[in-house]
């Protein structure tokens, strides 16, 4: 008999249990912390690189959060449908799922804290009616990043057809054009 997380008892075989894959998590040294939030997309580069190394920093220095060489991670990771994602993942020092459980309040709190302060705010679905005349796209900016050096233009340019392509190609029409038209 197996006792499940919600005290609820489950009754197996013999056979099943041997031949699957148990994870016993009395055996954990520590539990993972992974979340992904959301800021609105109205928050700047500079903002965003702030959020980051707040985060990073704040995990870092938690009494209770494992400073490794790859973790704590914090990586702004995608452009969500409403928010720009960022990805934390940090080891909590606990096997108890109690104790987990109250850092994770603690540092999730603390997360809130960083985002605001920043001047940002977390994003949810939404949407923006405009009322008034479009004037466009804001000029571009002048930025090395636009900037292509002379010579490395890549541009799709199609092959020139081989023989062996020409002959396909006649085949192909010849194949259609001999169909009868009523």
Do not use: C
Not at 59 to 79: I, K, Q, S
Not at 86 to 112: G, P
Request: hydrophobic residues 40%; charged residues 25%.
């Amino acid at each position: 008999r197996i006792r499940k997380f919600d005290d609820t008892r489950v009754t197996m075989p013999n056979s099943d249990i041997s031949r699957a894959k148990i994870t016993n998590l009395t055996e954990r040294r520590d539990i993972l912390f992974k979340h992904v939030i959301g800021v609105r997309y109205e928050t700047t580069v500079e903002q965003l690189e702030r959020i980051v190394a707040a985060i990073d920093t704040q995990l870092r220095a938690h009494y209770m959060v494992l400073d490794e060489t790859d973790f704590p991670r914090v990586y702004v990771v995608g452009f969500g449908a409403s928010s720009i994602d960022i990805d934390i993942r940090a080891h909590v020092a606990t096997e108890d799922r109690h104790v987990f459980t109250a850092i994770q309040q603690e540092l999730l709190l603390l997360i809130l804290q960083i985002v605001e302060a920043a001047g940002s705010g977390f994003a949810f679905p939404s949407s923006t009616t405009y009322l008034v005349d479009d004037a466009g796209l804001p000029s571009p900016l002048d930025s090395d990043l636009l900037q292509i050096p002379p010579g490395e233009r890549r541009m799709y340019t199609p092959s020139t057809p081989t023989e062996s392509d020409g002959q396909l190609a006649e085949e192909s029409v010849a194949d259609h054009a001999s169909v009868d038209r009523d």
